[in-house]
């Protein structure tokens, strides 16, 4: 399969993704709040690509803006110290970085020893954004690895970091 984005070339994307310890750094990206099931197969998937080291950017700062219910984000350093402890609970000898990303790249265009992007299909286009980037600066293309998100038992939607915000406002009566 391949992807088309009209400012870029066409993109391999496996329809599956690859065996476990396929790679010995991966990344990937998110806000990364409430820790749903969602988050925790897509960070459970990149911890079972990586071999030595996985980096998680967590956004922050105006990366944040534009998100439903924004002021209630928790804390960084409250989703940080979740995701960490979390990969930390299904792969303990991995190496966990993870950072504070308010761009949409973060260490993935810096980092010359990533081998792999995980990302869902609905971030699909900004792993290949980075991939464009990363030939901007002269480092190697990440293999971009494409994994399916969780939907909401009832509606059959994408669970949501943004829908569970939601349904704390309306609960507190601040919707």
Do not use: C, W
């Amino acid at each position: 399969m391949t992807i088309k984005d009209s400012n870029l070339e066409r993109v391999p994307v496996s329809s599956t993704i690859s065996p476990p310890n396929s790679y010995g750094a991966v990344v990937l990206g998110g806000t990364f709040d409430r820790l749903h099931d969602g988050h925790r197969l897509f960070l459970k998937a990149a911890a079972e690509l990586a071999r030595d080291r996985i980096v998680v950017g967590i956004l922050d700062g105006p990366m944040l803006s534009r998100k439903q219910f924004a002021h209630l984000i928790m804390p960084i350093e409250q989703r940080r110290k979740t995701v960490e402890d979390y990969i930390k609970s299904i792969k303990p000898n991995l190496a966990v970085q993870v950072t504070h990303i308010t761009d949409p790249y973060g260490p993935a265009i810096v980092d010359k020893d990533l081998e792999a992007i995980v990302v869902s299909q609905e971030t699909l286009p900004g792993g290949s954004l980075v991939n464009k980037k990363r030939a901007e600066r002269g480092l190697s293309q990440l293999k971009v690895e494409v994994v399916n998100l969780v939907s909401e038992e009832s509606s059959g939607e994408k669970m949501s970091s943004s829908t569970l915000r939601k349904q704390e406002a309306h609960i507190a009566g601040k919707l």
